[in-house]
């Protein structure tokens, strides 16, 4: 006897009415309720193996209790598919919890949930079972776009964002310079940064930056605790450039800004920054790494994603309407950047998509949760069945590879009508069905589930995509999260300032979600102006410690590939080159084999990256760009460019010598750049 295969099951329909054997319909509800023997067990597996109509059936009734686990048993008689008894059987005895699944139940429900996860999403259930939604779903119109109109879920990909103005983030000081004050005279650094500017009603930067201070403050005075001292001009500037525009600052820059002598110099430095293309590049850099790593992958124009990113950051879009691009695009990688984002990670039923979505965007893991309840956070909102809701979404979406008019064929994200379930298996081998739901709504068949995805994170109470960004910001200027790690938010991880954090994030929406007016606001703190060095008294707050943190100084953190390929460039007068730096940092980079697309980093203390540091071109053209002449005036010269400050007395006192020798300075610049304070953000 040939044993029939799932494509002949589910091309086997059980119509409503047709009678199948008492005996076996009995064994179905048993083995589902998980009162079937060893010899029922046997016996029903010949059946299901032998007969596509058992089968049929098995399948019909797999996908009864999945969902009725899922929906708590609420829904009507009407939704469910009709199987009729040869003879009516007695009523079945109360559904038990689900003991642990017998052998057959586990591999014939895993190679079901295969079958159906596999089935391309316009497929739809198998023939014959009746879609249980909560809300049933209307008959789906075919979606043929007329001539000339986009096609469905493109539409996003072609409007033109709205562009906000640049905020004046500092707008008194884009007056001309006034001179420096006379000796004696009272220095206005001690005054506010900002003149309150009238901005939707808010207050100025400065002034937002000032309440932030003064709550670290009261944290430092309930600790009993000082905080650093500030940090000398040098430390700042060299802090504030690998910050905002992603690299050391040229030695011309540190003498311009170590020569002004004007009060409020550092809040001229921020504007100047922040009005950079500098910066928009730097942070797109930084996104593009966290959207789609460091890795090639197939199909992904990492480059034209980070492009597309430092076109919206210098044009200021707001945040919102960038993480709602990068969630509903489509179309080619070329034509429609954002879509890059998807086509690196809808790879594997989207579970990769799922979870990068959430903790890129949303600050949350839930990859574990694909398969089991969040180990830490309890309740219906961390689930496995929250985890498969949020990937229903992705249903429908599709890498595919199209022609272009050069012949070769470039990735495009395609996004099909979708309708019906997604499955997947719990941890008990229960086959589930789920339908695409967020902060409780459940999305319909007629609407693009990726666009009211993108509607539903944005408008969801928690604030997750606003309140992700900030902590985010948060910890590339100040060197640690409000909440550690940035990605993990959640009941189980609560943050350092939950005030500070709630705080920001209300002024970021107000603000319509205005990066560069949330990155004034925090780098206009106090605590942006300390020093990163501590003190004997505040040593113990640290972020390796592990303990609450209480921000007494601004954390010192590595530099990463990226600030170290830039800043080698910067410092002896190079352009940057973003593909020459791509392959530079190529070899740093390790894919990780794992269900979340996820890639391992060397360290700086790694072999490889020393070698190149030590003997590689970029390191070479530093060291060549070195003046001939060797006086003691050089040694000032030296240290301003690889580490933005003069040398200590000490240092002179030491180094002085070694210049006046052959080939003295060259060795000290390879010692600079090769040192722990040259791979450090201060």
Same mark, same amino acid.
């Given at each position: &006897? ?12 059980? +119509? ?36 596509? =109509?058992? &089968? ?24 469910? +598919? ?30 079901? @949930? ?33 001539? @000339? ?13 709205? #562009? ?18 006379? *000796? ?22 400065? %002034? ?43 030695? %011309? ?9 004007? @009060? ?11 009005? $950079? ?7 797109? %850099? ?6 789609? $790593? ?74 574990? &949760? ?28 599709? #890498? ?25 298996? /719990?941890?008990?081998? #229960?086959? &589930?069905?789920?339908?695409? !739901? ?42 640690? @999260? ?64 592990? *303990? ?33 730096? /791509?392959?530079? #940092? ?39 760009? =070195? ?22 007395? !000490? ?8 210049? !006046? ?22």
């Amino acid at each position: &006897m040939t044993t029939p295969s799932l494509a002949d099951a589910q091309a086997t329909p059980v +119509p409503a009415g047709e009678a199948i054997p008492r005996e076996v319909a009995d064994a179905l509800h048993a083995l589902h309720e998980g009162r079937l023997d060893e010899a029922g067990l046997a016996d029903l597996e010949a059946r299901v193996l032998g007969d596509p =109509a058992v &089968m049929r059936a098995y399948l019909d009734l797999t996908l009864v209790h999945g969902t009725l686990s899922y929906a708590a048993g609420t829904l009507s008689s009407s939704a469910l +598919p009709a199987l009729t008894l040869a003879e009516e059987p007695p009523a079945p005895a109360k559904s038990a919890r689900w003991r642990t699944p017998l052998t057959l139940a586990a591999c014939l429900a895993l190679l079901c @949930g295969l079958t159906f996860l596999l089935r391309p999403a316009a497929d739809g259930p198998p023939a014959g079972v009746a879609v249980i939604d909560p809300q049933p779903e209307p008959d789906e119109p075919t979606l043929s776009p007329a001539p @000339g109109e986009p096609a469905p879920g493109e539409a996003l990909a072609r409007v033109e964002l709205p #562009v906000r103005p640049t905020p004046e983030l500092f707008p008194d000081l884009n007056a001309p310079p006034t001179p420096a004050p006379a *000796a004696g005279a009272p220095n206005d650094s001690a005054t506010p940064a900002v003149a309150s500017a009238e901005r939707n009603e808010l207050p100025s930067p400065a %002034e937002a930056a000032a309440a932030i201070d003064a709550v670290l403050a009261h944290g430092w005075s309930e600790a009993e605790v000082a905080p650093s001292p500030e940090a000398d001009p040098g430390e700042w500037l060299r802090r504030a450039w690998l910050d905002l525009a992603g690299h050391a600052p040229p030695p %011309e820059q540190v003498d311009r800004f170590l020569a002004d002598e004007r @009060g409020r110099r550092r809040e001229r430095e921020l504007n100047r920054l922040l009005s $950079g293309d500098s910066f928009a590049q730097h942070l797109a %850099e930084r996104w593009t790494t966290a959207l789609v $790593g460091r890795a090639p992958r197939p199909g992904v124009d990492r480059a034209g994603l980070r492009a597309h990113l430092a076109d919206q950051f210098e044009r200021n879009v707001g945040w919102d309407l960038v993480a709602a691009e990068l969630i509903a695009a489509a179309g080619d990688v070329e034509q429609a950047p954002a879509a890059n984002f998807l086509v690196a990670h809808v790879n594997n039923q989207a579970v990769p998509a799922t979870a990068v979505v959430s903790r890129a965007l949303l600050g949350t893991r839930v990859q574990c &949760m694909q398969c089991h309840d969040h180990p830490h956070n309890g309740g219906e909102e961390w689930s496995q069945e929250r985890f498969w809701e949020l990937n229903a979404f992705f249903k429908g979406t599709d #890498v595919v590879q199209r022609p272009t008019a050069d012949g070769a064929r470039v990735a495009a994200l395609e996004a099909r009508p979708a309708s019906g379930p997604t499955f997947f298996e /719990d941890r008990r081998g #229960v086959m &589930m069905a789920t339908f695409p !739901r967020y902060a409780g709504e459940t999305v319909e068949a007629a609407d693009n589930r990726r666009e009211k995805l993108a509607e539903l994170l944005l408008s969801d109470d928690r604030r997750l995509p606003a309140k992700s960004f900030v902590n985010r910001a948060w910890a590339h200027l100040f060197g640690a @999260g409000l909440v550690n790690p940035v990605d993990d938010l959640g009941p189980h991880n609560p943050p350092s300032h939950p005030a500070v954090l709630d705080a920001l994030t209300d002024r970021f929406i107000a603000t319509g979600y205005d990066v560069k007016d949330l990155y004034a606001t925090l780098a206009g703190t106090r605590l942006y102006g300390l020093s990163g060095a501590a003190t004997e008294g505040n040593a113990f707050d640290d972020p390796a410690a592990g *303990a609450p943190l209480l921000f007494t100084r601004c954390y010192p953190k590595p530099l990463t590939v990226e600030q170290t390929f830039d800043s080698l460039a910067a410092v002896s007068g190079q352009r940057i080159d973003p593909r020459a730096r /791509d392959a530079w #940092v190529a070899g740093f980079v390790r894919p990780q084999a794992n269900d979340e697309n996820g890639e391992d980093l060397a360290p700086v203390t790694d072999i490889p990256r020393a070698l190149a540091l030590m003997n590689g071109e970029a390191l070479d053209a530093a060291l060549d760009a =070195a003046a001939e002449n060797r006086t003691p005036a050089d040694l000032d010269d030296v240290f301003l460019a690889a580490l933005s400050r003069r040398p200590t007395a !000490r240092e002179r006192r030491r180094l002085a010598p070694l210049v !006046r020798v052959e080939g003295g300075l060259e060795d000290l610049r390879w010692a600079l750049l090769n040192s722990g304070e040259f791979a450090t953000v201060p």
